[in-house]
């Protein structure tokens, strides 16, 4: 099993649990697709795009459940992001964590193998 992860802050995530589908936030609707992580390149992009960002959760999912909506596509220093080419339920994510910040304003990450 493949896990990919979503950084969200808080008030997005509860919106899309509510209308029971997540569409992207704003970066992901400007650039056309749903911007995921791997458990290695997920404190990158914490720290590349929500630094010093608080009231973050870490969305833990199933790369194999979003289907052929997902691709894998090169980006920084070519590495290979998973990419969702559409929306999802909340509901099929696997796990649902905060991602809170340390005192010296690190991203504090959970275990990310389970």
Known sequence: MTLIFKIAPKSLWQEAVERGV????????ADGYIHFSTGDQARETAAKHFAGQSDLLLVAFEADRL???LKWEPSRGGA???????????G??????????SADGVHVFPELDQ
């Open 22 to 29: 997540f569409e992207g936030a704003p970066v992901d609707l």
């Open 92 to 101: 099929a994510a696997l796990w649902v964590r905060e991602l809170p910040l």
């Open 80 to 90: 290979l992001f998973p990419h969702l080419y559409g929306t999802f339920e909340p």
């Open 67 to 69: 289907g052929d909506a």
